[in-house]
């Protein structure tokens, strides 16, 4: 069984950054898709970004791209999500997610949460106006 801890949330002002982390445990393949999803209350989990097993190549939301970076450790079994120029409408809890393949053929897959067999408990984002 995966194990995934998110850590880093918090509550800040428009334009300040986090850096959310994630940490991976327990039996799992090397280097799986990992992605981080966001649920704002009373609304949808959505897709923020994702990365290969192998770092090369990520992908993010159109409300994100530009700001939020994500990145990996696999020596550390640990996935980021830098967070910068946050907006109120980034405040929502952040999931972490780990895939089932190391990458996927289609993008469609990386955005997608069916694609993701493993999630974490979540962390809050809070920002304020």
């Known amino acids: 069984q995966v194990q995934l801890a998110e850590s880093g949330g918090g509550l800040v002002q428009a334009g300040d950054s986090l850096r959310l982390s994630c940490v991976a445990s327990g039996r799992t393949f090397t280097n799986p898709v990992m992605g981080w999803f966001r649920q704002a209350p009373g609304q949808e989990r959505e897709f923020a970004a994702a990365i290969s097993g192998s770092g090369r190549t990520t992908y993010y939301a159109d409300s994100v791209n530009g700001r939020f970076t994500i990145s990996r450790d696999n020596a550390k079994n640990t996935v980021y999500l830098q967070m910068n120029t946050l907006k109120p409408e980034d405040t929502a809890v952040y999931y972490c997610?780990?895939?089932?393949?190391?990458?996927?053929?289609?993008?469609?897959?990386?955005?997608?949460?069916?694609?993701?067999?493993?999630w974490g408990q979540g962390t809050q984002v809070t920002v304020s106006s």
């Open positions: 997610a780990s895939g089932s393949l190391p990458s996927y053929q289609s993008a469609n897959y990386y955005y997608t949460p069916a694609s993701y067999n493993h």
